[in-house]
């Protein structure tokens, strides 16, 4: 994946990066969504990978997992 973004970076075609992220995102929201319906937590670090834009759009829908120390 890196490589394939970064010859798009390299070209630059900004035009299917873009493309790319808003269909990643979709179906990174589609699994979330997915895990919220069969109850369970996502994992707190994955969660906070994502995007701000992405975590409020999730926020309410999916239980993010706490971590234990």
């Not at 890196?2 to 990643?24: K, Q, Y």
């Not at 589609?30 to 992405?54: D, I, K």
């Amino acid at each position: 994946m890196e490589l394939i973004v970064g010859a798009m970076v390299d070209a630059p075609d900004w035009g299917s990066l873009a493309f790319w992220h808003g269909e990643l995102e979709h179906a990174l929201m589609q699994y979330f969504q997915m895990l919220g319906r069969t109850e369970r937590a996502v994992c707190q670090h994955c969660y906070h990978n994502l995007g701000p834009g992405l975590q409020e759009r999730l926020r309410g829908r999916v239980v993010v997992e706490r971590a234990m120390r």
